[in-house]
C-alpha cells in the first residue's frame, strides 16, 4: 500500500497549561455551574444560623432577679472565693508555717478529692484578690495554687498523718516547703503573683467544691450538687516576720448561684486553730458554654453540606461524566485532591458565615437568658477561644463536607453514602444520652463527631473536677485534638478514595 | 391493580439493592440494639430489681439505625425509577398514575413490614439473651404481655410508615440525593433539636410532633404518664406524617409531568 | 510528535470474559479510520484503555507513543468523545466546556468559539438536561475539539444523529483529516462509515478480523463474482449451480455469482433457455464486504442461521435492523 505523505497536524493555538491551579478553576467551574449546589450550600449556612436562633430564643427566660455581681478574679474570669480566713498582716518577705491535719468531711463523710487545708498570702480578705497557697488535698496531694488558675503539683501526703507546709514571700515570688515530720523540707514548687502591695495577710484556709451527684439512666440524665463541708486542724503555726494578733474573717459569701452553706467556722484552742469551711478557691466553671450553645445550628447545617460532598462525586459517576473528567485530567488522584480543595474552599466560607451569624445573633439572647448573665463571661468575637470555635466551626464544616466526598468517590452510591454520613453524624446526637457514660465517650473521642470538640470555649482546669455529660457538649478531649480526630477522619477516607481511583477501572 | 402490583413487585425484587438494604434494615436494628443492651447496667439503681428500666424500648433501640434503611429503601423505590428512566416504561404500561404509586406503596410497605417484623422479633431475642447478664434478669422479655405486644407491633408499623413517608418525599422531590437528606432531616435532625434547644415546653413540642420521637413512643413499655405523647397516639403522628408524604407525592406525581 | 494511536497485543477480561484479546493496529494521520464491529466486539474497552480509563490485563495502548496517564496537556492532544449522555443536567452547555477549558487554562473565548463551530453557538446558553441527543452529541464534539487535538477519538458519534447531523458529522470528519489528523470513529454499522472512512479496522470478540484501507476490502469482496437479473430465478439457480458455480440470491430478481466467468454464464443461460437481462460484475456495498469479514465471528451465527435463504445483503441489513433495534 502506497499511503500518501501527510503532514501530521499541529494545533495553532497558544500553549495550554496543566497545573494544579487549573484544574483548582476547573472543579470551582464545576461547582458553581450547578445552580441546586449553590442553594444547597446556602441551605447549610441558612440552617446553621436558624437551628442556632431557635435553640437561643427557645430558652427559658426565667429572670429570678438575683443578679448580683460574683467575685472576678485577677486574670479577670468569674472565681469561687469563699472560705474561712484566720490571718494577720505581713509586711515585705516572710514565710508562714504550719502542721495540717488530715481534711474530715461533714458527718464522716469523705472529703471531695479537690477538698483543700493549708496555707494563703493573699492581698486582702476581699473576694478576688490575688493569692499564693500551698495546700493538701485528699485526693491530689500537695498543691501550690495562685491566682486561681495555676496549679503546680507537689508531693504526696500520708491519708492519715498530719503534713507540714510552709509558704515563704520573697517580692513576687512564692516558694512553697512540705514536711512530713517537721525537720526534713522539701521545696514544693515556686509561683509568681504579679502586683502584691507591701503588706499582705497571711494566714490559714479550708475550702471544698460541691458534691456532684450524677443520676444517669438510660434517657434521662439529672446532674445535681449540695454543698460539702470540710475541717482540718493547724497546728505549730508561725509567722515569721508576722504581727501576732489573729483577726478571723469570712472571704466571699458563698459562690455559685448563691448556694449557702453551714457556716464558715475557725476556733482556736491551746494554739492549735480548727477551721471548718464549705467554699471553695477556685475558677469557677459555669454548666453551659454560651458560646458553643451559639453555634449548636451547625450541627444540623451540616446535613445539606454532606449532601453537596457527596453529590460532588457520585453525580459525575451517576452521568458518566467521570469519564470527562479523567480524560481531560489522567493523574487521577490530583482530580479528586482539586475536588477536595475546592469543597472544602467554600464549605470554610459557608460554614464561617453561618457560624459567625450564629453567635452574633444568639450569644447576647442566650447569655441575657442565663439565671444570672454574670456568672458568664461576656465574650467577643475576637477573643481567642471563640474566634477557635467559630473558625473551627467552618473547619470542622469543611472537614465533614470532604470527608463526604471521600465516602461518595468510594461507595460511588448518593444513597448511601448521604445516609452513612447523617447517620454518623446526627443520630449520636439523639441517642448519646441513653448510652452509659463511657460508651458515649468513646463515642465522642474516636468518632468524626470528635470535630465539634472545637466549639468549647470554656477552659478546662486540671485541678476543677467538672460533670462532663455528652448530652451538655462536654467532650472529652480538647478543642484541637477533637478537630484533629475529625480531620484525620477526612484525609484518611480521602486517601483511601485517591488510592481506589487510581487503581479501578473508571 | 393486580397487574400493577405484580408489575411492582417484579421491578422490586429484581433489583439487587432492594435485597441488601431489606438485610441491612435487620443487621443494623440489630446491632445497635446488641450495643445498647450490652452496656447498659443496673448500677445506677439501687438494686437490680429496682431498676426500672424499659427493657423492651431498650431492646428497641436498634430501630433508629435500622429505619435508616428503612427510608433509603422507600426513596429508592421512587427515586431510582427517575434516575434510570424507568419511569417512562413504567407509566406506558400503568397509565394511571394514582395507581402507580398505590401499587408502589403497598408493595413497599409490605416488603417493610416483613423486614421489620425480623428486625423486631430479633432484636426482643437478642435483648432476652445479653439482658440477664447485664442484670436485667427478673423481667425476662415476653411478648404476652400487653404493652411488650404493642411495643413490638407498633415499631414493625411504624417501619412501614417511615417507608411511606420516604416514597411520598421522593415522588415529590423526585432527586435521590435531595429525598434521601429531607428524609433523613425529618427523621434525626428534628429529634435531635430536643439536645439543642433550652426550653422544655419546646422540648415536648418537638418530642410531640417530630415523626420519629413521636411513632417510637409506642415502643415504651413503662412510665407511661410521664411522656409527652401517648404511644399509639405518638404513633398516630407518624401516621400523620406518612399521609402527608403520600398525599403531597400523590399530587406532584399527577399534575407534573414525568 | 508523531499525531498517531497504537495498539500494541492489548487484552482485557473482565471475569470470565474476554472483551479485548490480544488486538493490535495503528491509526495514522490524515485518514478517518473506522473501528467497527458488532455491539460487545470490544470497541469501548479498547478505547476506554486508550484513554486510560481502564487498566489493560497486558500490552498497551499508546498516543504519540505515550500511555494516555503520562500526558500531560490530554486535551491539546486527544480529543475524545466516549458518551454524549455524560452531562450533568443542571449545568448549561456552554459551562460544561468551560470547566474543561479551564482544566487546560484555555479562556472562555475559545468555548464560545468551539459553540459557534459545532453549531450550539445559540443554545449554549440552555441546561444540557433540555439537549437532544443530537445536540448532546455536538457539544461531546465541542469538547473533543477545545484543545485543537492531532488525534481524535470518537466511540459512535453518528449515534442519535439525524440525517442532517449525519451529513454534517461526516463532513466535519473527513474536514479534520484533511487537516492532517488521525481521526478514529467507532461505529456498530458499517453503513454509517460508508462515505467517511478511509481505513477500516474491523474486530469482533475482542480480535482484529480485517486492517485495510476501504478501497482494498471492497475490491476483495467484490472478488470474482458476478451480477445478474432474471425473471426465472430458480432455474436459473439449478442450471448455474450444476456447472458448480456458487449462487446467492440477493432478491426476488437477483441472482450474485461465483466460481463461473461471465462469458460463460451468458454462454449457460442462452443454452438453457433461461431469460436475463442486466448482467454484469458484482460491486459488493462495504455492508457486504464487512458480512463477508464477520461470517466466522460467533456474534452472527445465529442471524447467519435465521437468514439462511437470503445471504448476503439481505442478512446485512437484517443484522443492521437488529442492531438499531438494541440501541434505540
Known amino acids: 500500500m502506497t499511503a500518501p505523505t501527510i503532514t501530521p497536524y499541529r494545533s495553532e493555538l497558544p500553549p495550554a497549561r496543566d497545573g494544579f491551579p487549573q484544574l483548582l478553576h476547573a472543579e470551582w467551574t464545576k461547582l458553581r455551574t450547578v445552580r441546586r449546589w449553590s442553594l444547597t450550600l446556602l441551605a447549610g449556612v441558612v440552617i446553621t444560623v436558624l437551628v442556632s436562633l431557635l435553640s437561643a430564643f427557645s430558652g427559658s427566660s426565667s429572670v429570678s432577679g438575683d443578679r448580683s455581681a460574683p467575685p472576678v478574679g485577677p486574670h479577670g474570669g468569674v472565681v469561687s472565693d469563699s472560705f474561712p480566713f484566720v490571718h494577720q498582716p505581713l509586711s515585705g518577705d516572710g514565710s508562714i508555717t504550719a502542721r495540717v491535719s488530715p481534711l474530715t468531711g461533714r458527718e464522716g463523710r469523705a472529703p ?387 488510592w481506589r481511583l487510581r487503581r479501578r477501572d473508571a | 391493580m393486580r397487574g400493577a402490583l405484580h408489575a411492582e413487585w417484579t421491578k422490586l425484587r429484581t433489583v439487587p439493592s432492594t435485597w441488601w438494604l431489606l438485610f441491612a434494615v435487620s443487621a443494623l436494628t440489630w446491632a445497635l440494639g446488641a450495643v445498647t443492651t450490652g452496656t447498659v447496667s443496673t448500677d445506677q439503681c439501687p438494686s437490680p430489681d429496682e431498676c426500672h428500666e424499659d427493657t423492651v424500648k431498650l431492646s428497641l433501640t436498634g430501630i433508629w439505625l435500622g429505619q435508616a434503611a428503612v427510608a433509603a429503601f422507600g426513596v429508592l423505590a421512587m427515586s431510582s425509577e427517575y434516575g434510570t428512566g424507568t419511569i417512562h416504561s413504567t407509566l406506558t404500561a400503568v397509565p394511571g398514575r394514582g395507581r402507580v404509586l398505590a401499587a408502589k406503596a403497598t408493595v413497599v410497605t409490605g416488603a417493610t413490614l416483613a423486614a421489620g417484623t425480623v428486625a423486631v422479633l430479633g432484636s426482643l431475642l437478642v435483648g432476652r439473651l445479653i439482658l440477664p447478664g447485664n442484670g436485667f434478669s427478673s423481667t425476662p422479655l415476653s411478648l404476652s404481655e400487653g404493652p411488650a405486644l404493642r411495643a413490638a407491633v407498633g415499631t414493625v408499623l411504624y417501619l412501614g410508615l417511615i417507608a411511606q413517608l420516604s416514597l411520598g418525599v421522593a415522588a415529590v422531590v423526585r432527586d435521590t440525593a435531595g429525598a434521601i437528606t429531607t428524609v433523613l432531616g425529618l427523621l434525626y435532625a428534628l429529634p435531635a433539636l430536643v439536645e439543642l434547644v433550652g426550653d422544655e415546653k419546646w422540648q415536648e413540642r418537638i418530642h410531640e410532633w417530630a415523626p420519629a420521637s413521636a411513632g417510637l413512643a409506642v415502643q415504651a413499655t413503662k412510665n407511661l404518664e410521664g411522656l409527652p405523647i401517648g404511644p399509639w397516639s405518638g404513633l398516630a403522628v407518624m401516621g400523620a406524617w406518612a399521609g402527608a408524604g403520600l398525599l403531597a407525592g400523590a399530587t406532584v406525581f399527577k399534575l407534573r409531568d414525568a | 510528535m508523531q499525531a498517531t494511536i497504537e495498539i500494541q497485543e492489548l487484552r482485557k477480561q473482565f471475569g470470565q470474559t474476554v472483551a479485548v484479546d490480544g488486538l493490535s493496529f495503528t491509526v495514522r494521520p490524515g485518514q478517518v479510520t473506522g473501528f467497527v464491529g458488532p455491539n460487545g466486539a470490544g470497541k469501548s474497552t479498547t478505547m476506554r484503555m486508550l484513554l486510560g480509563l481502564d487498566a489493560p490485563d497486558s500490552g498497551q495502548a499508546l498516543i504519540g507513543g505515550r500511555r494516555y496517564a503520562t500526558l500531560r496537556r490530554p486535551l491539546t492532544e486527544v480529543g475524545a468523545l466516549l458518551d454524549a449522555a455524560a452531562v450533568h443536567p443542571s449545568r448549561r452547555g456552554r459551562d460544561h466546556l468551560l470547566w474543561l477549558a479551564h482544566s487546560h487554562g484555555f479562556p472562555a473565548s475559545r468555548v464560545d468559539e468551539l459553540l459557534e463551530r459545532v453549531g450550539l453557538a445559540s443554545a449554549g446558553r440552555r441546561r444540557a438536561g433540555n439537549y437532544s441527543l443530537g445536540m448532546r452529541q455536538r457539544l461531546g464534539i465541542a469538547a473533543a475539539l477545545l484543545g485543537d487535538p492531532p488525534v481524535l477519538v470518537l466511540d459512535e458519534p453518528v449515534n442519535g444523529l439525524d440525517p442532517e447531523g449525519i451529513r454534517w458529522i461526516r463532513g466535519f470528519l473527513r474536514g479534520l483529516a484533511r487537516e492532517g489528523r488521525a481521526v478514529l470513529v467507532s461505529s456498530h454499522l458499517m453503513s454509517e462509515l460508508e462515505d467517511s472512512a478511509d ?87 462495504l455492508e457486504e464486504a464487512y458480512m463477508e469479514l464477520t461470517r466466522d465471528a460467533a456474534e452472527f451465527r445465529t442471524v447467519e442461521a435465521g437468514a439462511d435463504t437470503a445471504p448476503g445483503a439481505e442478512a446485512a441489513t437484517a443484522t443492521a435492523n437488529e442492531a438499531e433495534g438494541t440501541r434505540s
Open chain 1, 112 to 498: 471531695e478529692p479537690w477538698a483543700k487545708a493549708g496555707l494563703v498570702i493573699k492581698e486582702s480578705t476581699k473576694a478576688g484578690s490575688p493569692y499564693a497557697a500551698v495546700m493538701i488535698t485528699p485526693g491530689h496531694g500537695v498543691r501550690l495554687q495562685s491566682d486561681f488558675t495555676h496549679d503546680t503539683a507537689g508531693g504526696t501526703v500520708d491519708r492519715d498523718r498530719p503534713h507540714w507546709l510552709r509558704l515563704t514571700r520573697s517580692g513576687d515570688e512564692f516558694t512553697a516547703y512540705e514536711s512530713a515530720d517537721g525537720s526534713t523540707w522539701a521545696k514544693a514548687g515556686t509561683t509568681r503573683v504579679a502586683g502584691l502591695p507591701e503588706t499582705v495577710q497571711a494566714g490559714l484556709f479550708v475550702a471544698t467544691p460541691e458534691e456532684t451527684m450524677v443520676q444517669r439512666q438510660f434517657g434521662s440524665t439529672s446532674v445535681g450538687g449540695r454543698p460539702a463541708r470540710v475541717t482540718a486542724a493547724f497546728a505549730h503555726v508561725t509567722v515569721d516576720g508576722g504581727q501576732g494578733a489573729w483577726p478571723q474573717d469570712t472571704v466571699g459569701g458563698g459562690v455559685g448561684g448563691g448556694l449557702k452553706g453551714t457556716p464558715d467556722s475557725a476556733t482556736e484552742k491551746s494554739g492549735t486553730w480548727t477551721l471548718t469551711g464549705s467554699g471553695d478557691v477556685a475558677p469557677y466553671t459555669p454548666d453551659v458554654d454560651i458560646a458553643q450553645q451559639s453555634l449548636a445550628g451547625a450541627q444540623i447545617g451540616l446535613i445539606p453540606l454532606v449532601a453537596l460532598g457527596v453529590l460532588f462525586i457520585t453525580a459525575e459517576y451517576r452521568r458518566g461524566m467521570i469519564l470527562t473528567t479523567l480524560t481531560a485530567s489522567p493523574r487521577r488522584g490530583r482530580v479528586l485532591v482539586a475536588k477536595a480543595v475546592v469543597l472544602a474552599g467554600v464549605t470554610f466560607v459557608a460554614g464561617l458565615v453561618g457560624a459567625t451569624l450564629s453567635f452574633l445573633l444568639s450569644e447576647p439572647e442566650l447569655r441575657d437568658r442565663m439565671p444570672n448573665p454574670l456568672f458568664h463571661p461576656d465574650v467577643a468575637l475576637t477573643d481567642a477561644p471563640v474566634l477557635r470555635a467559630v473558625v473551627g466551626t467552618a473547619v470542622l464544616l469543611a472537614a465533614v463536607a470532604v470527608l463526604a466526598l471521600a465516602l461518595g468517590a468510594i461507595l460511588r452510591n448518593t444513597a448511601v453514602a448521604v445516609t452513612l454520613m447523617v447517620v454518623a453524624l446526627v443520630l449520636p446526637l439523639v441517642l448519646l444520652s441513653g448510652l452509659p457514660l463511657d460508651a458515649a465517650q468513646w463515642v465522642m473521642r474516636l468518632t468524626p463527631l470528635a470535630g465539634f470538640a472545637v466549639q468549647r470555649t470554656l477552659p478546662d482546669y486540671e485541678h476543677v473536677d467538672a460533670v462532663c455529660m455528652p448530652e451538655n457538649g462536654c467532650y472529652p478531649q480538647g478543642p484541637w485534638e477533637g478537630l484533629s480526630v475529625l480531620c484525620a477522619w477526612a484525609v484518611v477516607l480521602l486517601g483511601v478514595a485517591v
Open chain 3, 199 to 285: 481505513h477500516l479496522v474491523v474486530v469482533g470478540r475482542g480480535r482484529l478480523i480485517a486492517d485495510t484501507s476501504v478501497a482494498e476490502l471492497l475490491a476483495a469482496a467484490s472478488g470474482e463474482r458476478v451480477s445478474l437479473r432474471t425473471s426465472a430465478r430458480t432455474d436459473a439457480m439449478r442450471l448455474l449451480a450444476r456447472e458448480g458455480a456458487t449462487v446467492a440470491a440477493d432478491g426476488p430478481q437477483s441472482l450474485t455469482v461465483s466460481g463461473l466467468a461471465t462469458e460463460r454464464i451468458v454462454e449457460l443461460l442462452t443454452t438453457g433457455g433461461v431469460p436475463f437481462s442486466e448482467i454484469g460484475a458484482h460491486r459488493a456495498t
